[in-house]
DNA sequence: TGGATATGATTTCCTAGTCAACTATTGTCC
DNA sequence: GGACAATAGTTGACTAGGAAATCATATCCA
């Protein structure tokens, strides 16, 4: 750990681009940033368009419950749903029968409009997925799923 | 379009999972989130490391060439700075010359915790990654950076 | 019945970014 | 030389989320 160099004063780092979570980064910000930019024309942002879609496929559902699912706290979606509800996209209602419990549901609005931002979605994932051969598609999809199921994760990502 | 069955009201979308960019957000989500565990039992958030980082590196850096390459604005590099000068892990110097211009740099504490940072960084990346096989690390390692490539991505990605 | 407890949702405070306005300094060019 | 443009950094208003306290409702059980 000697140091003879007088010009070389400090350790060498292991090279941070080393590191294949660095690419993954890189990569899925660029992803996610192109998405949101895509959405954001049409006023929603990425986390809105997580929960839109849950809802589309659920069409109603509880608030905590969502929470756990898309790993976010209670106090997150209930800001989200405040959003999307100013915006005339989903409504909240208080159970009748346990007046703690709420369920969001789409309005028709909101329901008309999950289809276009879905074909955003295939849109995004096309620019910057499209061109890779089945081959390496697939590979990296076994991998990334192994990565997955070896460390038990769970959660939608939403950021 | 036309929708006959009544218990099926509305029309599939394609599977959220069925995007690769979806896998790669999980995975790379959770990659930095359990970085960001690691760094927090040292006091410093990811964003603060990849400074410090870039700062062991230049010995001693411009702020707004920082934003660039981290791809944040001066405002943040500009807090972010306060955050590590208030935790003595770097300092400020205003340029004789040209005085509009800083150059930060890391105090000798900073320079001390730069390779113990690097060394979680390092497991962590293990954690995830390690039990890939030569030929899955170098496969995925050459989907990513091609991606970056065709694009002509630049900036670390920081969050 | 009614008080402790559990649970769902909201609210408040905090953090860490962006954006845009602002300050300070330097350079330009008439 | 002096007004004005350009550039670096800072600041303030705003946004989105987390953590924890709080509110509302329901359940349990003595």
Do not use: C
């Not at 006023?43 to 929960?51: D, N, S």
């Amino acid at each position: 750990m000697t140091d003879p160099a007088p010009t070389a004063p400090q350790p060498v780092l292991p090279a941070l681009d080393s590191h294949l979570g660095y690419w993954l980064r890189f990569v899925s910000n660029q992803v996610s940033h192109a998405f949101s930019l895509k959405l954001e024309r049409r006023g929603v942002t990425v986390a809105e368009w997580v929960l839109l879609r849950e809802l589309f496929e659920q069409e109603a559902a509880v608030p905590s419950a969502l929470a756990d699912r898309l790993g976010m706290t209670r106090g997150a979606i209930s800001k989200l749903a405040d959003r999307l509800a100013a915006k005339g996209l989903a409504t909240r209602t208080t159970d009748k029968d346990d007046r703690r419990f709420q369920s969001l549901a789409l309005t028709p609005q909101g329901r008309a409009l999950v289809p276009e931002l879905a074909a955003l979605a295939d849109a995004n994932d096309a620019e910057f997925f499209g061109h890779l051969s089945a081959g390496e598609r697939t590979q990296v999809e076994a991998v990334m799923k192994a990565i997955v199921r070896r460390l038990g994760l769970r959660a939608v990502p939403v950021d």
